[in-house]
């Protein structure tokens, strides 16, 4: 139980340091907005949304690749031991 509080307490803790640099984009972002010039939100929106993609999909087709070769090898072991 006294492992799952401290866990606790440090994603809390990180969180805060997270919350303020989001806070300085998002002033940023606002004082653009409110000038008129809805371009960079939207640039920088599209590059949030990028660089959240690009390391779930690498995951992704990583895992789909370690599936599909471990299936390919099971495949293999078990055509071996039944011909043998």
Do not use: F, H, M, P
């Given at each position: 139980m006294k492992r799952?509080?401290?866990?606790t307490i440090a994603l809390l803790a990180?969180?805060?340091?997270?919350?303020?640099q989001c806070a300085m984009c998002r002033s940023?972002?606002?004082?653009?907005?409110s000038n008129g010039n809805p371009g960079i939100a939207a640039g920088i929106n599209t590059g949030i949304l990028y660089l959240l993609v690009l390391p779930y999909s690498a995951v992704m087709i990583l895992g789909y690749l370690w599936y599909?070769?471990?299936k390919d090898a099971r495949n293999k072991l078990s055509?071996?031991?039944?011909a043998g």
């Open positions: 799952i509080a401290v866990i990180s969180l805060s340091n997270s919350w303020a940023t972002l606002e004082n653009n907005y599909k070769s471990s055509g071996s031991t039944a």
